[in-house]
């Protein structure tokens, strides 16, 4: 018997200490070996807690089983086991001493008791229940506790934020220092954390590299900044339903995360959440997502496909940069086009963006609570842009449709979309930001829509493969030669249309492109500047616009190659040389009287057999015209009809007084036969093939005959 009737006895291997109703292990043999299992009572009486180095260098034990009713297992309470393997704490403990386990370096496993967390052992106030500080004894966990343990692959804790309760002080500390060397080892594999934690803080995995597995219990709402970052073997993680938010940098460098799967209580992922998880190979962003944060998967390389939920109203600035095998994404119609949000995604193929829905737009504006609140105006400026670098450097995209809504392209937008052979760009649009599609090497045609009022500098520079071009007004006023030089020089530019939104070609404005072939001038152009064509010596097709009033001189001067020549009736002043050393020019049709004013060297310089044509009616013309010969047009036959029958066939026509008319048929519109004549009389005649068709097909066609 012991003083203060406090006895201590022996039951092998152990020695207890039995202090009124409750017991405690106060020593074990150090030759014990095995495993050992601590019994629940000594003679009736509870074993609540295990002495401070009760279990000291028991070097030979494998497994110690410590029963629920232990409240307290005491400080170096089982250091130096250097064999023991498995350890269970049981239910019911409060507290583990400083160093408990102390060396314990074939721990491979233990689970953290729920009883030992802040959560369990504070009360609404933040402070100790008093049902525990009664006990007299300090409290939670001691920061060292498995220092030295450093095997331990498999860890099971109520929360990743700790504290040890002493009679003066508090003591707090995470996850890594309270197994840091299991850690910085590299043995630490997997991580349970309990339905006990409600959050887990920032940094609480940073870098523990060899991390592979971690369960994330469904009672956690918070995952904190950076908490798994450098996590570099995490392969899959799922995040619990309750979860809000997905904060900045969680995940970021995990590059051996696969596979994961967001909870449906999710609304934001934050920015570089998970940037470098370069093995990510599929992500589903749920519904309930609202934002994505500024490069939150920027380097994701193997990430192929991203459906964005129409949920979503804000992604960052270069939500998805670098994301190397990114080969399709589907976009929502009321997001904002980030800056750099698909910079150098180089497999990217083709990209649509829907139309912008403004209505939904201007409900994310009034749902907007913060102080900053943008004006609608503003907002709505914001969504209707296409930010800078948006898709720069994505070599391999091909196709691009921009929806109706939007209103500018920011600078350098496409730029490097080296692939790129296709643009659709809709008529909302009115700013095309300087080098926004620079370097698009294989674009091949383009459309500026005539509400385009702002073209920035180096536009289409390096886009030598354009060969077909709409423009407005404002490429005009820009100065089309400077804005396709590359094109131009490389002679690849064929075919140019002229909005009908242009009222005047200014002087120069296409000289010197000799690589293009055809021309439509609309009919709202009223006048053709000075030399405005000149020098386009491959211009072969050549269509003027009913409006044309004014053609100065050398319009059309030394364009070699143009053989014909239509000019409006609208057409009363044609300059100097327009058309001057058109070599290849043979006809020229006048369609109306002859112009009021016209210069006579207006044809110098063509072929020698040109003539120019002019309507039975016209006036103003002689024999000849600016010195060519004038040929009056005959007046077409006019059908007046054509039987609905194969057989007979018939067809009546008006001809002239003593002409001649030859019937022709042929069954594959190539070889023609002649199948009858007619005499003209001046008024109506008639002409019927009696013949059975010979074919399934058969064509007709009435020549004249000079």
């Not at 887990?200 to 469904?218: E, H, N, W």
């Not at 609905?644 to 018939?650: G, I, L, R």
Request: positive net charge.
């Amino acid at each position: 018997m012991l003083f203060g009737g406090v006895t201590e006895v022996n039951g092998d291997p152990l020695t207890y200490e039995v202090v009124g109703d409750t017991v405690s292990v106060v020593k074990c043999d150090n030759k014990a070996s095995g495993e050992l299992v601590i019994p629940s009572s000594y003679e009736g009486k509870p074993i609540t807690s295990i002495g401070e180095q009760a279990f000291r260098n028991c070097s030979d034990l494998t497994s110690v089983t410590i029963p629920d009713s232990v409240i307290s297992i005491g400080a170096y309470a089982l250091s130096n086991c250097i064999r023991l393997a498995n350890v269970s704490t049981g239910n019911g403990v409060i507290r583990i001493g400083e160093r408990a386990f102390e060396g314990c370096s074939r721990l491979t496993s233990i689970t953290v008791p729920n009883s030992v967390s802040p959560a369990f052992l504070l009360g609404p106030d933040a402070k100790v229940k008093s049902k525990f500080k009664r006990t007299g004894m300090p409290l939670g966990i001691g920061k060292d506790a498995f220092k030295d343990c450093s095997s331990l692959t498999s860890v099971t804790v109520p929360c990743l934020f700790f504290q040890f309760f002493e009679t003066n002080r508090v003591i707090k500390f995470g996850f890594k220092e309270l197994f840091s060397d299991s850690i910085s080892k590299g043995n630490l594999r997997k991580v349970t954390i309990t339905e006990r934690a409600i959050s887990i803080p920032k940094y609480a995995f940073r870098d523990c590299s060899s991390l592979t597995s971690v369960t994330i219990g469904k009672s956690v709402t918070s995952i904190g900044d950076s908490a798994f970052e450098g996590c570099s073997r995490l392969a899959g993680i799922t995040i619990p339903n309750n979860v809000v938010n997905i904060e900045k940098s969680t995940f970021s460098g995990c590059n051996r995360l696969t596979s994961i799967k967001i909870g449906t209580g999710v609304t934001s992922i934050r920015g570089y959440a998970f940037k470098d998880c370069s093995r990510l190979v599929r992500i589903t962003i749920p519904n309930n997502i609202v934002s994505i944060g500024e490069r939150a998967f920027e380097s994701c390389n193997r990430l192929k496909n991203v459906t964005i939920p129409n949920s979503i109203t804000s992604i960052g600035e270069g939500a998805f940069y670098n994301c190397r095998g990114l080969v399709s994404v589907t976009i929502p119609d009321s997001i904002i086009i980030s800056k750099g949000i698909f910079e150098n995604c180089i497999s990217l193929t083709n990209v649509m963006i829907p139309d912008m829905n403004r209505e939904k737009i201007l409900k994310s504006w009034e749902n907007l609570q913060n102080l900053n609140k943008p004006t609608w105006e503003q907002f709505e400026q914001m969504h209707a842009s296409i930010q800078r670098a948006a898709f720069l450097g994505c070599s391999s995209l091909k196709s691009v449709t921009i929806g109706n809504g939007f209103t500018s392209i920011g600078e350098r937008a496409f730029a490097n979309c080296s692939e790129m052979t296709s643009i659709t760009i809709p008529d909302s649009m009115k700013t095309i930001g300087d080098s926004a599609f620079t370097d698009c090497s294989n674009l091949m045609a383009v459309a500026i829509p005539d509400n385009v009022i702002n073209i920035g500098k180096s536009v289409f520079f390096g886009c030598r493969s354009l060969a077909n071009i709409t423009v407005s007004d404002s490429v005009i006023k820009f100065g089309f030669r400077k804005l396709f030089l590359d094109s131009i020089s490389q002679g690849n530019l064929k075919n140019v249309t002229i909005s009908n939104s242009i009222s005047s070609i200014p002087k120069y404005a296409f000289r010197d492109c000799s690589s293009l072939i055809n021309v439509t001038i609309p009919n709202s152009v009223i006048s053709i500047e000075r030399a405005s064509f000149s020098g386009c010596s491959s211009l072969t097709s050549l269509a003027i616009g009913n409006g044309v009033v004014t053609i100065e001189e050398g319009a059309f001067e030394r364009c070699s190659s143009l053989m014909e020549v239509m000019i409006p009736k609208s057409a009363s002043s044609i300059g100097d040389a327009a058309f001057k050393n058109c070599k290849r020019l043979i006809k020229i049709t006048m369609r109306g009287n002859a112009p009021q004013n016209y210069a006579s060297n207006l044809f110098e310089g063509v072929s020698k057999s040109a003539k120019v044509f002019v309507n039975p009616k016209a006036t103003g013309f002689g024999e000849t015209f600016a010195g060519l010969p004038v040929q009056i047009l005959e007046k077409t036959s006019k059908v007046n009809a054509v039987s609905k029958t194969d057989s007979p066939f018939t067809i009546s026509f008006e001809s002239k007084s003593d002409s001649t008319y030859k019937i022709e048929a042929s069954h594959d519109l190539k070889k023609w036969g002649e199948i009858g004549e007619v005499q003209g009389t001046g008024s109506s005649v008639e002409f019927t093939d009696l013949r059975e068709a010979l074919f399934q097909k058969q064509y007709y066609r009435l020549r004249f005959v000079e």
